[in-house]
């Protein structure tokens, strides 16, 4: 077998972008020093909505993905959000922070192709749980968005056997 020229691999590399673009299944993954601190500043009471939107920024997927949330059928609203502030704010830094803690598991869990397509089952099963976790929070008068975390993170450790 020949090797591969540089040509051919663009073109095979091109093909697999137009591939994953067209079908949907491109994550873009985040940078982890900005997901740490946006994390970070969620957490932090006196933090300011101006403070986790200088953060947010340098992100440009984390921006996307707030926006897009904010803008989701979860969060209904009059008209649609088109400010990162606005979004933040509707969210709330729970729904931020679970919301990037999310996306970072999801990088680790099945972005990476060394886990393999028992990873994505896992992914799967943990967001089912999250979701399951809320609405019994809810209507136990509990922390929903506690209980959502805690139902994403259960079974973290069985990454180690995949």
């Known amino acids: 077998m020949l090797p591969e020229t540089l040509l051919q691999k663009q073109k095979r590399l091109w093909k697999e972008i137009e591939t994953r673009l067209s079908g949907g299944k491109i994550e873009f993954p985040l940078m982890p020093f900005i997901a740490q601190r ?3 500043i969620a957490r932090d009471p006196e933090s300011s909505a101006n403070d986790l939107q200088r953060v947010i920024v340098s992100d440009q997927v984390i921006a996307s993905r707030v926006l897009r949330m904010a803008n989701s059928p ?3 609203a009059r008209e649609p959000i088109s400010s990162l502030k606005q979004a933040i704010i509707r969210l709330g830094y ?3 922070f ?3 803690l999310a996306s970072v598991l999801y990088t ?3 972005g990476s192709d ?3 397509r028992r990873s994505t089952l896992l992914w799967e099963h943990s967001v ?3 979701m399951i976790c809320r ?3 809810a209507t136990m008068d509990m922390d929903v968005e506690e209980s959502f975390t805690v139902g994403l993170i259960h079974d973290i450790g069985k990454l180690i056997f995949y």
């Open 128 to 130: 089912g749980c999250a």
């Open 38 to 40: 946006v994390m970070e």
């Open 135 to 137: 609405v019994i929070a």
């Open 108 to 110: 680790d869990m099945v």
């Open 114 to 116: 060394s886990y393999g």
């Open 94 to 96: 729970k729904n931020i």
């Open 74 to 76: 979860l969060f209904p």
């Open 98 to 100: 679970n919301m990037v």
